[in-house]
């Protein structure tokens, strides 16, 4: 049986999006994506009103 590991890195691709959605940092050559504060926020949100109601397509 084959193991893969992850790849390591050494530094980031330029051509990434950085919007301020997600960071992404190198943590010892892999790659660690983070939600900024507004995105988590806005997954709690919707995840509540996802148990009272069924979210919209924009939603």
Do not use: C, H
């Not at 997600?22 to 709690?44: H, K, M, Q, T, Y």
Request: charged share 30%.
């Amino acid at each position: 049986m084959t193991i893969n590991l992850p790849i390591k890195i050494e530094n980031l691709p330029r051509s990434l999006p950085l919007d301020g959605a997600v960071s992404i940092d190198l943590v010892e050559g892999v790659p660690i994506f983070r939600a900024s504060s507004l995105v988590i926020e806005r997954i709690e949100r919707l995840l509540t009103k996802q148990k009272e109601a069924a979210l919209t397509d924009k939603e």
